[in-house]
T-cell receptor
Framework: EPEVTQTPSHQVTQMGQEVILRCVPISNHLYFYWYRQILGQKVEFLVSFYNNEISEKSEIFDDQFSVERPDGSNFTLKIRSTKLEDSAMYFC???????????FGQGTRLTVV | RKEVEQDPGPFNVPEGATVAFNCTYSNSASQSFFWYRQDCRKEPKLLMSVYSSGNEDGRFTAQLNRASQYISLLIRDSKLSDSATYLCVVNPDNAGNMLTFGGGTRLMVKP
């Protein structure tokens, strides 16, 4: 069964450092997303990406964040100058065109110290 | 008012029991609805989409009531493996593909 894969599974970084979280969406999917879940809280939308550009973003997704599809398979989330409150599980997801059924990767647990 | 609201539970039920969860959503223009399941510290996994006519998948039945803006999930013959958090998820306006998640309802099925 095709799946979304994310690396690394756990990232520890110092406050102020930059991190890049990586994702390989399901191969025939055209919509890509990043969500985050702070421990004990609900899953929150960050950004959606289609046709090589951001299609939607939430108020959480400020100038500190950026996304990129550097090649035909990877989809990355960059967080510049990380803050303690960025500590969360970050989920990548993808969906086929024309449907909003999204399939999630196993997540990257980001810990900012 | 929260966009998607769920009773956090936990619902503690014995194996074999039938359990039902409800969820309410605030945006009447919402078009797409889903139930996801999330195990502790794992990713959300799609359980089922929710259609206007209601739909069933094995032991799971989902219903949508647009007039009252609520969605339900019924689980029959509960298994130990059903223990998880069930997330009610809504696409608020169908203009984009973002999903809005409820806080989840925790289910614990006991032997």
């Amino acid at each position: 069964e095709p799946e979304v894969t994310q690396t690394p599974s756990h990232q520890v970084t110092q406050m102020g450092q930059e991190v890049i979280l990586r994702c390989v969406p399901i191969s025939n999917h055209l919509y890509f997303y990043w969500y985050r879940q702070i421990l004990g809280q609900k899953v929150e939308f960050l950004v959606s990406f289609y046709n090589n550009e951001i299609s939607e973003k939430s108020e959480i997704f400020d100038d500190q964040f950026s996304v990129e599809r550097p090649d035909g398979s990877n989809f990355t989330l960059k967080i510049r100058s990380t803050k303690l409150e960025d500590s969360a599980m970050y989920f990548c997801a993808s969906s086929e065109q024309g449907t909003t059924e999204a399939f999630f990767g196993q997540g990257t647990r980001l810990t900012v110290v | 008012r929260k966009e998607v609201e769920q009773d956090p539970g936990p619902f503690n039920v014995p194996e074999g029991a039938t359990v039902a969860f409800n969820c309410t959503y605030s945006n009447s223009a919402s078009q797409s609805f889903f139930w996801y399941r999330q195990d502790c510290r794992k990713e959300p996994k799609l359980l089922m989409s929710v259609y206007s006519s209601g739909n069933e998948d094995g032991r799971f039945t989902a219903q949508l009531n647009r007039a009252s803006q609520y969605i339900s999930l019924l689980i029959r013959d509960s298994k130990l493996s059903d223990s998880a958090t069930y997330l009610c998820v809504v696409n608020p306006d169908n203009a984009g593909n973002m999903l809005t998640f409820g806080g989840g309802t925790r289910l614990m099925v006991k032997p």
